[in-house]
């Protein structure tokens, strides 16, 4: 099973709102990744867990965050955001080590914000 | 910094034609090159990945290649369809990149029934 999953699939929430993105993946991998993607633009990393710890924030705005609570899951925290923000937010995941590392990514969620 | 392009940046063939997407890198110290398809509003589907010491890898229709001395990689795809529409990304892993990827701008391909 190749599958990355991510809940849901379209956000529409307004600058003052709390809201969650959730990534899920049981192919045992220990490197899980956020990445950012405006239209007709590659993916932008945003953040690294590896085996659950931060391993890399490509300095993304605080009203972003990130928590890994194990191995499988994978979060992404929103608050305050801005206009400029609204994007698909792309989870991926993979064994993050070595010539053979695949990373698989999810469907995404497409996120706007008002 | 690891730069990567790819060419052309759109491309229309009609159903058949065989065809070849071109990835360039600049800089060869690299893990691997990953080929990626992505329909539009749709996630990121993974194709091949080429390892630094492979050549190519097939898959189906597809072939691609590596010529890391000179920083480049091709899709390959053949007999089109029109399904094989969509864009399509070629990602490097660095060897001092840590895991991060670097991908190009993507090629748009369109196949016209």
């Known amino acids: 099973d190749t599958e990355v999953t991510q809940t849901p699939k379209h956000l529409v929430m307004g600058m003052t709102n709390k809201k969650s993105l959730k990534c899920e993946q049981h192919m045992g991998h220990r490197a899980m990744y956020w990445y950012k993607q405006k239209a007709k633009k590659p993916p932008e990393l945003m953040f690294v867990y590896s085996y659950e710890k931060l391993s890399i924030n490509e300095s993304v705005p605080s009203r972003f965050s990130p928590e890994c609570p194990n191995s499988s899951l994978l979060n992404l925290h929103l608050h305050a955001l801005q206009p400029e923000d609204s994007a698909l937010y792309l989870c991926?995941?993979?064994?993050?080590?070595?010539?053979?590392?695949?990373?698989?990514f999810g469907p995404g969620t497409r996120l706007t914000v008002l | 910094k690891q730069e990567v392009t790819q060419i052309p940046a759109a491309l229309s063939v009609p159903e058949g034609e065989n065809l070849v997407l071109n990835c360039s890198f600049t800089d060869s110290a690299i893990y691997n090159l990953q080929w990626f398809r992505q329909d539009p509003g749709k996630g990121l589907t993974s194709l091949l990945l080429?390892?630094?010491?492979?050549r190519e890898q097939t898959s189906g229709r597809l072939n691609a290649s590596l010529d890391k001395s000179s920083g480049r990689s091709t899709l390959y795809i053949a007999a089109s369809q029109p399904g094989d529409s969509a864009t399509y990304l070629c990602?490097?892993?660095?060897?001092?990149?840590?895991?991060?990827?670097?991908f190009g701008e993507g090629t748009q391909l369109t196949v016209n029934p």
């Open positions: 991926a995941s993979g064994t993050g080590t070595g010539v053979t590392d695949t990373q698989y």
């Open positions: 080429i390892q630094s010491s492979q």
């Open positions: 990602a490097v892993r660095g060897e001092t990149s840590g895991s991060r990827l670097t």
